[in-house]
């Protein structure tokens, strides 16, 4: 058996933290946020559990968790840079995407595959490398893939914001600079490329240079992009509202349901006993009548036979009510 690296320093292990990972109606989760934010972190996640069902091995994942049941899981992880090969950093990755696509060609009717894309299209002109991000994720999309992808580019965040078969996720970091390792779904996240450089000791002129050479476009989309996960945000959570809203009415509604028909019960109950009280009762006064006819025959009062009378006739009338 293995001990955490806190065990091993006498102290405690950190506390685990989980996180829904879900594509929910989409078929493509763009996870996006800071460097060193956890972003692969959640993309392994996501295939290592995947991985784990597919084997039949039982996965650290909540109750009433479901797991796609993937054909195969394919991954772009890492740098695929060969000097035998002759492959930069991004041709190997070209390479793998090829392999990619070739997996899921070679799974077609078989089943859906699960791909994981980390840093997709990375180390190219952003321009060109972020539109065959967007071409690719299409492309795999429409062939009834799966994608988990990690990215830093705006144009694939927006893809996620606009909906459809694509869904954002993003990381952060906390107020020290750390990875939260918390994964928010239906936000995009900011790459925030210039607070990495200056958390990683860059000189501040650097810094300063770098920010006054972005482009307007690049700070505008960027806003935009950051606007619109908020409102996203705020939307989700209203309609959140709106729902445990609407929960709360149906489970009053069901809760006073219940209490009209226990009184409806109740009252059916208390006519019955009521009825039954009257029956006794209408017995009774017969009895006396019979009794009376008797003592008639034998020269008793008239009035007090005429009183019983007019007594059983009473008795009936609200026997018949």
């Given amino acids: 058996w293995l001990k955490s690296e806190g065990d091993r320093a006498g102290t405690a292990a950190p506390a685990v933290v989980g996180n829904d990972i879900a594509l929910g109606k989409a078929r493509a989760l763009v996870i996006s946020g800071p460097n060193a934010g956890g972003k692969t972190v959640a993309l392994k996640t996501a295939g290592l559990v995947a991985l784990l069902a597919r084997a039949g091995v039982p996965a650290p994942v909540g109750e009433g968790s479901a797991v796609a049941p993937f054909a195969a899981v394919a991954c772009v992880i890492g740098d695929a840079q060969s000097l035998e090969g002759a492959l930069s950093s991004f041709s190997g990755h070209l390479v793998l995407l090829r392999e990619i696509i070739a997996e899921i060609e070679g799974h077609h009717g078989r089943g859906p595959v699960l791909c994981l894309l980390d840093e997709l299209l990375a180390g190219t002109d952003p321009g060109q490398g972020a539109a065959l991000g967007q071409a690719l994720l299409e ?10 992808a990690t990215t830093h580019y705006e144009r694939l965040k927006a893809l996620g914001v606009a909906g459809g078969a694509f ?6 970091l906390d107020a020290a600079g750390r990875p939260t390792f918390r994964l928010a779904l239906d936000q995009a996240g900011t790459s925030n490329a210039i607070e990495a450089a200056r958390r990683y000791g860059l000189p501040e002129p650097v810094v300063e240079r770098a920010c006054a050479l972005m482009s307007p476009d690049d700070k505008q989309l960027s806003g935009v992009l950051r606007a619109l996960t908020d409102e996203r945000a705020l939307l989700a959570e209203r309609l959140a509202a709106a729902e445990r809203e609407r929960a709360r009415l149906t489970e009053d509604t069901e809760r006073l349901e219940r209490r009209l028909a226990e009184v409806d019960a109740e009252r059916q109950r208390l006519r019955r006993e009521g009825k039954r009280a009257l029956a006794d009762e209408l017995a009774e006064a017969r009895r006396e009548v019979a009794r009376a006819i008797e003592a008639a025959k034998g020269g008793a009062d008239a009035r007090a036979l005429n009183a019983i009378s007019h007594r059983l ?6 026997a018949n009510a």
């Fill in 139 to 148: 492309h795999v999309v429409d062939q009834g893939a799966f994608v988990v």
């Fill in 167 to 172: 869904r954002n996720a993003s990381v952060a």
């Fill in 313 to 318: 006739v009473e008795l009936e009338l609200g």
